[in-house]
C-alpha cells in the first residue's frame, strides 16, 4: 500500500507560480512511477507530467515549458514546480503513483485556482 498526500494549491494571479507536493508514505520502494494529472470543473482528468524511477520525464504540451516535475527521494516527495501559470491551468491537481503490477495509488488532489 501507498498513501499520497498532496499539498501547496492555491490562489494565484495569471503569470505567477506555485509548487505542489505529494508526499508519499507506505512501500514507496515499490514505486516506478509518479505522475501528476488534473481536472477542471465540467473535464476529464488529463495528464499532466510524469516521472519515472530512473529520471525520465514527459509533460503534457499544454505545460511544457512551465511546469517541472521532480522529485526529493531523501523525502519520498514528488514535486510540480508550476510558472507562468495561466487560467485554464484552474483545476484540481492529483498525485498518481504507480507500482509493481501496475497498481495505481492517487492522492486526495489540491485546489489551484489562477486569476486573470
Known amino acids: 500500500q501507498v498513501q499520497l498526500v498532496e499539498s501547496g494549491g492555491g490562489l494565484v494571479q495569471a503569470g505567477g507560480s506555485l509548487r505542489l507536493s505529494c508526499a508519499a508514505s507506505g512501500r514507496t520502494f515499490t514505486i516506478y512511477n509518479t505522475g501528476w494529472f488534473r481536472q477542471a470543473p465540467g473535464k476529464e482528468r488529463e495528464f499532466v507530467a510524469t516521472r519515472s524511477s530512473s529520471g525520465n520525464t514527459a509533460y503534457a504540451d499544454s505545460v511544457k515549458g512551465r511546469f517541472t516535475i521532480s522529485r526529493d527521494n531523501a523525502k519520498d516527495t514528488v514535486y510540480l514546480q508550476m510558472n507562468n501559470l495561466k487560467a485554464e491551468d484552474t483545476a484540481v491537481y492529483y498525485c498518481?503513483?504507480?507500482?509493481?503490477?501496475?497498481?495505481?495509488?492517487w492522492g486526495q488532489g489540491t485546489q489551484v485556482t489562477v486569476s486573470s
Open positions: 498518481r503513483a504507480v507500482v509493481g503490477g501496475a497498481t495505481e495509488y
